[in-house]
C-alpha cells in the first residue's frame, strides 16, 4: 500500500515581533487580558514589503532542503492561505516559479485555519492513488494586512509565518504500523459563515476587506467541532488518546487547546503549543508547531501524531500520523 510520510519540514517567522505590551498603544487592550483570555504572548509581523510568496518560499526552501529534494524533482505545490498575494494567479504558481520549477502544477487551498490539514488531505489522495510521488505542502499567511487595528477583539489574536513539509510516496503493509499519514477527516459548513468571515472580496466588494469574528461563538463551537474529528480519526484507527504521543493542534487559542485536550483525555506534556509566542498564524500554525517539535526532537520516528484544526467556514478537520 502506498503511503504518504513527512520527509522534511520548514518554518519563516518574520523578524518583527510584536509583544502584547506593543498593542497597548494601538486599541484599547492590556497585556494581562490578551494573554489570560489567549495564551497569547507575542506575534510576528511581516515587513511592509514582505510577502505570502516571500515567507512560504523561505518555509518552501527549507522543506526541500531538509528532505533532500530538489524542486525539479517535486511533482506538485498546494499551498495553504487565505492571504495570497494577489486576487489570482494563486500564490502556490508565485512560488513555483521562485523554485524555479517549469514543471507540473501548484495551487491554492482556501480552508482559512483549516487550511494546512485540507492541503495535507488532498495531498495525501494525489499519493495514494499513485499519481504523484513529491508534494511540497506549505502553508504561509499574512493575517496581520487583513485585521481592522482598530477592533481590539480580533487584531490581537493573529500573527503572520510560514510553514512547510514535504510528503512523499513510501511502500507501507496497509497496517497501522505503518509511516506516514494513517487516516484524515474533513468537514465544512457554510452555515456558520457569518461567526468568522472578511468582509470583502472581489465579487462583492472589490476591496480585500477585514477580518470579522464573533468570537465567543466561535469558541462555542470549536471544541465540540475538534472532537467530532479526532473521535473520527480513532474510528477508523482504532487508535484512542493512550497510543497518542503528540497531539499538534491548530493554535488558535491556549483556552480552546486544553479544553479540547482535556475532553479528550491526552496530557497537556503531549501537547505542542506555539500559540504563545505566534499568536494564530492561521494555515502556517500546524507546519510552524510540528516542524517546531520535529526539528527539537520531541516528535521521534515511529510517533503517533494527531494534527487538527477548525477555522473561518466553518471548516474542521483531524490528520493521524505515524512519524
Ligand atoms: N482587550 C480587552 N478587552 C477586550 C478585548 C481586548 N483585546 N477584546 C474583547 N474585550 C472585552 C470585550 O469587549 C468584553 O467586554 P464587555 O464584557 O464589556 O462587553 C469582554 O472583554 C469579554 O469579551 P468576550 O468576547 O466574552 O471574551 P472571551 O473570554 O470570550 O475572550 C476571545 C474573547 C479571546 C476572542 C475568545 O472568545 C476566543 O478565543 N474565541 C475563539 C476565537 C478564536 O480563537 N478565533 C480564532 C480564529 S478561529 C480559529 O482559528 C479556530
Same mark, same amino acid.
Given at each position: 500500500?502506498?503511503?504518504?510520510? *513527512?520527509?522534511?519540514?520548514?518554518?519563516?517567522?518574520?523578524?518583527?515581533?510584536?509583544?502584547?505590551?506593543? #498593542?497597548?498603544? /494601538?486599541?484599547?487592550?492590556?497585556?494581562?487580558? /490578551?494573554?489570560?483570555?489567549?495564551?497569547?504572548?507575542?506575534?510576528?509581523?511581516?515587513?511592509?514589503?514582505?510577502?505570502?510568496?516571500?515567507?512560504?518560499?523561505?518555509?518552501?526552501?527549507?522543506?526541500?532542503?531538509?528532505?533532500?529534494?530538489? @524542486?525539479?524533482?517535486?511533482?506538485? /505545490?498546494?499551498?495553504?492561505?487565505?492571504? @495570497?498575494?494577489?486576487?489570482?494567479?494563486?500564490?502556490?504558481?508565485?512560488?513555483?516559479?521562485?523554485?524555479?520549477?517549469?514543471?507540473?502544477?501548484?495551487?491554492?487551498?482556501?480552508?482559512?485555519?483549516?487550511?494546512?490539514?485540507?492541503? #495535507?488531505?488532498?495531498?495525501?489522495?494525489?499519493?495514494?492513488?499513485?499519481?504523484? $510521488?513529491?508534494?511540497?505542502? *506549505?502553508?504561509?499567511?499574512?493575517?496581520?494586512?487583513?485585521?481592522?487595528?482598530?477592533? =481590539?477583539?480580533?487584531?490581537?489574536?493573529?500573527?503572520?509565518?510560514?510553514?512547510?513539509?514535504?510528503?512523499?510516496?513510501?511502500?507501507?503493509?496497509?497496517?497501522?504500523?505503518?509511516?506516514?499519514?494513517?487516516? !484524515?477527516?474533513?468537514?465544512?459548513?457554510?452555515?456558520?459563515?457569518?461567526? #468568522?468571515?472578511?468582509?470583502?472580496?472581489? !465579487?462583492?466588494?472589490?476591496?480585500?476587506?477585514?477580518?470579522?469574528?464573533?468570537?465567543?461563538?466561535?469558541?462555542?463551537?470549536?471544541?465540540?467541532?475538534?472532537?467530532?474529528?479526532?473521535?473520527?480519526?480513532?474510528?477508523?484507527?482504532?487508535?484512542?488518546?493512550?497510543?497518542?504521543?503528540?497531539?499538534?493542534?491548530?493554535?488558535?487559542?491556549?483556552?480552546?487547546?486544553?479544553?479540547?485536550?482535556? $475532553?479528550?483525555?491526552?496530557?497537556?506534556?503531549?501537547?505542542?503549543?506555539?500559540?504563545?509566542?505566534?499568536?494564530?498564524?492561521?494555515?502556517? !500554525?500546524? @507546519?510552524?508547531?510540528?516542524?517546531?517539535?520535529?526539528?527539537?526532537? =520531541?516528535?521521534?520516528?515511529?510517533?503517533?501524531? #494527531?494534527?487538527?484544526?477548525?477555522?473561518?467556514?466553518?471548516?474542521?478537520?483531524?490528520?493521524?500520523?505515524?512519524?
Amino acid at each position: 500500500m502506498i503511503r504518504s510520510q *513527512i520527509t522534511g519540514c520548514g518554518t519563516y517567522l518574520p523578524a518583527r515581533i510584536m509583544e502584547n505590551s506593543d #498593542l497597548e498603544s /494601538i486599541v484599547d487592550t492590556s497585556a494581562e487580558w /490578551i494573554e489570560q483570555r489567549t495564551g497569547i504572548r507575542q506575534r510576528h509581523i511581516v515587513a511592509e514589503n514582505e510577502t505570502t510568496a516571500d515567507i512560504g518560499e523561505k518555509a518552501a526552501r527549507e522543506a526541500l532542503a531538509a528532505a533532500g529534494v530538489d @524542486p525539479a524533482d517535486l511533482d506538485m /505545490i498546494i499551498l495553504a492561505t487565505s492571504t @495570497p498575494n494577489n486576487t489570482f494567479p494563486a500564490t502556490a504558481v508565485e512560488i513555483q516559479s521562485r523554485l524555479g520549477m517549469h514543471h507540473g502544477y501548484a495551487f491554492d487551498m482556501q480552508a482559512v485555519c483549516s487550511g494546512f490539514v485540507f492541503a #495535507l488531505t488532498t495531498a495525501d489522495q494525489y499519493i495514494r492513488n499513485g499519481s504523484v $510521488k513529491k508534494i511540497l505542502v *506549505i502553508g504561509a499567511e499574512t493575517f496581520s494586512r487583513i485585521l481592522d487595528w482598530t477592533d =481590539r477583539t480580533t487584531c490581537v489574536l493573529f500573527g503572520d509565518g510560514a510553514g512547510a513539509v514535504v510528503v512523499e510516496a513510501a511502500e507501507g503493509d496497509g497496517t497501522m504500523a505503518d509511516r506516514g499519514i494513517l487516516t !484524515s477527516h474533513l468537514r465544512s459548513d457554510g452555515s456558520h459563515k457569518e461567526k #468568522l468571515f472578511v468582509d470583502g472580496g472581489p !465579487s462583492t466588494t472589490g476591496t480585500v476587506g477585514h477580518l470579522r469574528m464573533q468570537g465567543r461563538e466561535v469558541f462555542r463551537h470549536a471544541v465540540g467541532m475538534i472532537t467530532d474529528v479526532i473521535e473520527a480519526a480513532y474510528d477508523s484507527t482504532g487508535f484512542t488518546s493512550e497510543d497518542i504521543d503528540w497531539f499538534v493542534p491548530h493554535q488558535a487559542n491556549k483556552r480552546i487547546i486544553d479544553a479540547s485536550a482535556r $475532553k479528550l483525555g491526552i496530557p497537556s506534556e503531549k501537547v505542542v503549543i506555539t500559540v504563545d509566542r505566534h499568536g494564530n498564524t492561521s494555515a502556517a !500554525s500546524i @507546519p510552524l508547531a510540528l516542524c517546531e517539535a520535529a526539528r527539537d526532537g =520531541r516528535i521521534k520516528r515511529g510517533d503517533i501524531v #494527531l494534527l487538527e484544526a477548525m477555522g473561518g467556514g466553518f471548516t474542521w478537520g483531524s490528520v493521524l500520523l505515524r512519524w
